[in-house]
């Protein structure tokens, strides 16, 4: 089943000339993990934010959980989806942790009693619920992110969509976000979109989608898109880390393997070069 | 000018006094050398913010004191002394371009010049060079900065605090939501503006790369604390260490240690880029272990 349908979509920003998508199309399963990847501008935010009702396309249909987009169902639409954003100090309303998660509880009109249990559940959940009286200013990037996301998982939603949401984090903040959005894929089922610049995000996802000037470019397995190391670099996306060494090795005159090779399968070639001296 | 900063046994006390009372920078003492490329690492809450906020006075410290060049700030000093010294140190906090203001690029940049006393004419000059030295297009100084690109915007924010020609360049995670190629581009571009300027540069980031890539001087703080300072081969010696203080190697450097455990060979000392790791790997393979350790 597809949890989301774009059917020949146009859209152009008011006051601009250039579309930035003209007749796009894509799918995404129900409990699929998709990453899009793209340089900036490439069209991946406003792609997200037409989903979401927050932009108005041109012409074209979108269809999420079944809900064909609407300014009628916009309100419903929005309900299957969370969001969260790349800057964790722009996303908080409330005065401590708790209060935050359960702003949008409030305005979704949730009764106080299973509010205030799903806030807990909530923050249980992304491992916050110690720091439920705290003020989000005093927490760590990682901390304010797994907040928003409790927010975000509070409400209920058949799709998270993260937008770069753990570029400003430290490596462990960025490992402890991506461990809960694993689990809540893995486990519960949730359809996860994940918009990033993150090779090692994207590698965790079942698929990935390259956007570039509003079209998809590729669309695999991140191990076939990987593999594509001179692809990358052209449409301005680093290469993940073992491909870059392959390129120096290279330079070494050594000769590498063609496919992709993830880090360890990278440690395990290595290591049959050197047993076979 | 000689610009070095040295920080002297420096305490800073958030709301002194209060039940909210939280010390934030812990007995520092510190030298950032005139010329270094020095990152500042360290979690959120390590004190690195309100660090980069004392190297132009943007704070002053609680106790000890600060020198800079030729003038010294304790708590004593004050706001009318640091004009000066706000010339020489600019800062590029987080998302500069959130702070864009102008009705074009030009006059955004020229701003700071203006400000700090030259004519319009003048002004001009100096926005016209730092905009060439960002790599902004001529064809961009009269545009509103607003209908520019995110990473265009970011380059008239950091023109803007260039062209107050200042000696140290304060960067706080300056590449943060710019793409791959983007992040390059800047950090390539701050590269080359220190050697050209000859300017010293202080670079808060989490990006252990280019701690590795880039810097020569690394000061790390932990709950306020200077728990260590050394070039980028001294911190990351010590895998086991970083562990415990929750930091990361570079990716070459873990790869080496992934390398190491699995084969038992041994580097004779651990690549911290691609290149050294390739250059060594290379070199581990003609040798055939030659002359280092196999076990």
């Known amino acids: 089943m597809d949890m989301i349908e774009v059917k020949n979509l146009i859209f152009k920003y008011p006051q601009q000339e250039v579309y930035n998508f003209n007749n796009f199309n894509l799918k995404v399963k129900k409990g699929e993990w998709l990453a899009i990847i793209g340089h900036n501008g490439s069209g991946k935010s406003t792609l997200v934010r037409l989903i979401d009702g927050l932009l108005a396309p041109e012409s074209g249909e979108i269809t999420v959980s079944g809900i064909k987009l609407t300014p009628e169902t916009v309100w419903d639409v929005r309900s299957k989806i969370g969001m969260v954003f790349q800057n964790p100090d722009n996303q908080f309303v409330g005065a401590n942790v708790e209060d935050d998660v359960a702003f949008g509880l409030e305005n979704a009109a949730i009764p106080r009693e299973e509010m205030l249990i799903r806030v807990k559940q909530a923050l249980e959940r992304v491992g916050m619920w110690k720091f439920a009286d705290h003020e989000p200013v005093r927490l760590s990037g990682g901390q304010k992110q797994r907040v928003a996301l409790a927010g975000v998982i509070a409400l209920k939603p058949e799709i998270v969509i993260l937008d770069e949401a753990t570029s400003m984090l430290d490596p462990e903040g960025r490992l402890a976000v991506l461990e809960i959005i694993h689990e809540l894929n893995r486990v519960e089922h949730l359809t996860v979109i994940s918009i990033t610049h993150d090779i090692d995000e994207a590698s965790k996802a079942q698929r990935v989608v390259v956007l570039d000037d509003g079209k998809v470019v590729q669309d695999d397995i991140p191990a076939e898109i990987f593999s594509h190391r001179a692809g990358l670099i052209k449409i301005g996306l680093e290469p993940p880390f073992s491909e870059k060494l392959k390129e120096e090795l290279i330079k070494q005159g050594i000769k590498v393997p063609d496919e992709y090779l993830t880090k360890e399968g990278m440690v395990d070639w290595l290591w049959q070069l050197f047993s076979k001296q | ?295």
């Open chain 2, 1 to 295: 000018m000689a610009m070095a900063i040295i920080f002297k046994t420096v305490n800073y006390t958030y709301q002194p006094d209060t039940p909210f009372e939280q010390q934030a920078l812990d007995n520092i003492s510190v030298e950032i050398p005139t010329g270094s490329y020095t990152a500042l690492i360290g979690h959120t809450g390590s004190g690195k913010s309100t660090f980069l906020q004392h190297l132009n006075g943007l704070l002053r410290p609680t106790s000890g004191e600060i020198l800079i060049g030729e003038q010294i700030i304790t708590t004593e000093t004050k706001n009318k002394e640091l004009g000066e010294l706000r010339k020489h140190v600019g800062i590029v906090f987080q998302f500069p371009e959130a702070q864009l203001f102008e009705e074009t690029v030009i006059k955004d940049i020229a701003f700071a010049p203006k400000n700090f006393g030259k004519t319009e004419a003048e002004a001009e000059i100096i926005a016209r060079k730092m905009a060439r030295q960002v790599g902004l297009g001529e064809e961009l100084l009269t545009k509103s900065p607003f209908e520019l690109s995110g990473g265009q915007m970011r380059r008239v924010a950091i023109a803007g605090i260039l062209a107050m020609e200042p000696e140290v360049l304060v960067l706080d995670e300056p590449t943060a939501g710019l793409d791959p190629k983007g992040r390059l581009e800047m950090m390539r571009m701050f590269k080359r503006l220190k050697e050209e300027q000859n300017l010293t540069v202080v670079l808060v980031t989490h990006q252990m790369d280019d701690v590795a890539n880039y810097a020569d001087n690394v000061i790390v703080l932990e709950e306020g604390k200077l728990i260590a300072n050394g070039t980028p081969s001294e911190i990351f010696s010590q895998p086991d260490w970083l562990v415990e203080h929750h930091l990361a190697l570079p990716k070459a450097g873990e790869f080496a240690l992934a390398f190491e455990k699995k084969t038992g060979y041994k580097f004779s000392t651990l690549p911290l880029t691609e290149v050294s790791l390739a250059r060594q790997i290379a070199s581990l393979l003609h040798e055939g272990g030659g002359d280092v350790h196999h076990g």
